[in-house]
């Protein structure tokens, strides 16, 4: 197997990563693991300096037409 450092993430649909970051949030909420929270707001905080964008505009443009 090929070892690798990070992963990336184009192939992702903006559904999909929607519905990982509200399993994040939901998992760190209903289980008191800080970890979730704390990635799902890295996540959302990586992707939003990619995009050139504030975090709550890059949460509205996943929620967009769907």
Known sequence: MQ???KIS???I???DMLVIL????YTG???NID????LKDNII???SELADTSEDEFINY???DL
């Open 45 to 47: 905080r990586d992707l």
């Open 29 to 31: 909420k209903n289980t």
């Open 13 to 15: 649909s903006k559904k």
């Open 3 to 5: 070892e690798f450092e």
């Open 22 to 25: 509200e399993a994040l949030e």
């Open 9 to 11: 993430i184009a192939e």
């Open 62 to 64: 996943l929620n967009k």
């Open 35 to 38: 970890t979730f929270l704390k």
